[in-house]
């Protein structure tokens, strides 16, 4: 089969010939319609400290995908859930399900983790193999859709976690594709004012066309002046910290309310001073790191959302490649001008 | 000036001309501009066993009402909050601020409240006076839906206590007027899907145009079955049980998802039969008794959605008298064709 | 091996020799040590309505247990995480994994639940195989507290839900021995007053022995009042209703505050008559249904209590017996002389 | 009568004569019992920048203390609750009551809080005047621990937020008094570890003396290390970072379990370096600013847990002086060797 490849340490990835995976009997072979292309694929391509600290080349990259049911190992079959043919999205994070983190509600925080397309074979080709436990139906959601409900999720665990979104003020900082659903599940779940920022004027169009009240671009706007202007001068219930940049984290504490939340998904790749007196305790601030998905609420509210049609992430999609064209669709990502970008593998 | 006044014990109420009620330092006189025709009026009108036990004539009736500030006392101008000439509309419970739910976030359940129209003179009149803590500005709402905002405190109440109302399935068992509204709610608030049901078809009507996806009427619909029917065979995240019949407990509760909510706001008049085991225990529910509005959490989250424009309850309101046609108000709810009823008191 | 069978339809079970049960690749086979028995295998025994609707005979009977593991299948063998010879407890709810109560943190309320002793073969026997995932190593639990880890958790279950246990008080009503377990784990956690109550003096004493700071006997006292008396007035902030019987639900609602919780856990075999009006929704109460265990979150808490010595439930273990003692064990509890029973199964 | 008087800008304080408060309709004027001296009345005599920044003297210093009732204005008289000679202790954070805080349940975080001995006349003085609605009798509690309620309310806020202490681990970050206050809080509610952290042993050895299992000393200890030890590797559950350094912050994030919490009351004076991608996004924490107590559910459950015994702050008390002996008060807590230190002010 197809399958975008990274060979060896080192930048850039090969599309190459290898063969379909082997399935046990928990397993279920899945045939890959769709797969996001995600900031993550790009540092694996950049083959940054990250990437190379972690990942074992030979490695089939690609966590973001839908499918179709080829095959089922025979503990799967038995469970009698999902069928040869089912269309299918996946939890690209598979889990010990022993570690306390696991046992308690928690399996986003596994201590033993693998994530498809950085631990182990990825969906950038026409088959994948993943854990039965991990599977969940489509169920009519369309698979250019289902392709990208990994980073659709990201974005309702971000806005949901602290549970009082109907009503509030909500304010993402920084509009990439998660950021710009996150506009989009904000509207959907009952904010009453959305206010999105971003340096980039074409992912402000798109956080507008996901239902943004205001943007806001920090080259030209104060940005914290502007938030506490529209929310009568006392901040936003919730921010949404998707930038992962020290001047977003910084604007991200004194745009919160007293008494408000951040949830941080944006990940950082330097540190961050932060004045936790004045920014964090005398404001009684609560600040949540963001990871994954919860197994599997944030999978079931999502699939509510969008079944409903109170979420509709299309208009983020801004390009479409076969899995021939990952260069090109690495190369869109990397200019800046692309939201979501999707690779069309299989029929 | 004019007061809508139960005169003596017995049924009926009497339009009479009442002298304006003093106010004291902490107090503000409010000119009324509308009032809303509550349930609890009729009962007070028919003088039934709750009304004759607690009201104490002579008594101005009257809870729900928006206004025009006419007079600060000394405490309340010095406040600064509220002055002369701002629209306003008030909590109608007046709590001790001293009993341990005061003092812990619960201060609508005050073990010595006094309700305004049922303990002390209410707000049918021309005038009436307020303790300023009770007072909030409209800020842009309309005098007629600041009128309501008392009933529509309570569904926002009835949603929203859970808390995971955005991609949840609610049924609205009964849809009175807060019924109504608390379709209005939950699909501001991110419900996915909102069943609502009630006996009478006008009533169905109104909940339609608040936004319910399916109507169920219990004379024709096997009600319990339909809504396993569009919830996957599960039943509903929250069922908001605004009918009070002992009937309704039991599809409540039989339409409730394992692990689900019924959040209970409509007053029984009599006791129902419960088989704890089948419908509580076993299912894992939760039941939530819902009294008033939480103060203020709910009016604030009130006041955004209104604000904002997700929520319109005006399609609940169906007629409209003067002061003096409290009569005819009286006479067209019980007649079971009205929505919500308002009194265009002042201007 | 030696096995307590419910051989067939009627009263009564019989020790006899039955074949070591098999297991599958994701079981696990433990030799039995301890087994606890419960009010249930007691339903089990006499053949009432419930028992002969919901089991199937030949079946070996009890699901409360510990023991060492003796063999391990092949993939609970590959998880590495238990090995032979480790001393364990299970829980014994078997759940299906994919329902949506499964899926979403509702393990304890799967809609497919099957439970040994009940659903498939139990635990008074000489060996049980069990599904890898519900084994949990008892890590320095004694096997005598192991084998009652199932209703000691109903009991955390019942106390903790909610969450506000520190400084709170608590009225167990109903002192069985889930009662009395629920005794100990309200003061472990921290609550501040702690009351219980049953007509039975002998278990009043065992409520004592777990720390209850006053005990009720509503034969002589009346419960409401005294239960108001040592709570200011006001009533108690959670009531655990382990009684199951309409009078105990009458006082369990009357004995809570304003804004209070009762998390009901006792089976009712009859309808109680609830006036929702008074008791629930004009108090602002909040009723749970207490199914089982969560999985695992209750066991977590429970394990750190027993382990660090906060909870020491030896004290309601009044009896124990051989296996081959059943019919003994169940003839004490019936006589209402009895807290905990122990089978002395393994060594 | 008597006060300590910051009688100027400038390092010191003075014990001066100067006029007993006037009180207004809704205020209780004092006689001042017992005071606690705390770290705040430091940076007061110190004169640093943030005391500079505050406070306009001349103003009497001091915001914990106990008294007995000697006036009542005619509102608070009227109000029936308190009574002259009655003993009480107040929450000295005075709040607007108007804004979205104070009217959401977030009074301690009011935008308007004015704070006695800082912002108005506080209590290291034969009386003080304070709003009705701050005082609160100590029913039994002694006045010696009445005096210290502030800042065993800051613990009580600082161990119970996130509401899971039941079985679970905390660790201390920081033994001052109130760290020290913490230990006793996290036993008392119910944790199954408490582990503790300072440089100065004396401080730890009264963190033991409050219940800690385990205390560790940064300067000899691997701190991180030790509790991962203690936690089977995993990390704690709740910490409570008291000591306000960037060192400590560093071991807090590291100390936590992933999706454990990290409340923050220590004050830094300075910034922290934070790796929010290692420390906080890919551990799912939480961090909580911690700013007073709430009002008044923090004092209800210390009320609660003083009362029933449970929590016992006096050993922490390691020093008494009369309110003429301020500045060796001041030097003893300078010099390290002191826990929480008292003024014995009136009898």
Known sequence: MRAIVKTAAGPGMQVRDVPVPSIGPSDVL???????????????????????????????????????????????????VLLVGDLVTAEGHIICGHCLPCRTGNGHLCVRTRIIGVDRDGAFADFIAMPVSNVMKLDGISPEIGAI???????????????????????????????CFAVGVARAAGASLVVASDLNPRRLELARAMGAHHTLNPSTDDVVARVREVTGGLGVDLVCEMSGHPAGHAQAFS?????????????????????????????????????GRKMYSTWNAMQRLLKAGQLDPRPVITHRFPLEG??????????????????????
Chains 1, 2, 3, 4 share one sequence.
């Open 30 to 80: 899945i045939r890959v319609l769709n797969a996001g292309v995600c900031g993550t694929d790009l540092h694996i391509w950049e083959w940054d400290a990250w990437a190379s600290g972690r990942l074992k080349p030979p490695l089939t990259i690609g966590h973001e995908f839908s499918g179709r049911i080829e095959k089922l190992g025979s503990a799967a079959e038995a469970e009698g």
């Open 149 to 179: 409900m990994d980073p659709v999720g990201n974005a309702v665990h971000t806005v949901l976690e602290g549970g009082e979104v109907p009503g509030s003020t909500v304010f993402v900082l920084g509009c990439g594709p998660i950021g």
């Open 255 to 291: 745009s919160a309310r007293p008494g408000g939340r951040v949830n941080m998904l944006g990940t950082p790749s330097r540190n961050t001073e932060v004045d936790f007196a004045r920014d964090v305790i005398f404001k009684g601030l609560t600040l949540y790191g963001v990871t």
């Open 326 to 347: 990952i260069a090109e669709a690495v190369a869109v990502i990397k200019d800046g001008q692309a939201g979501k970008v999707i690779l069309e593998i299989g029929t």
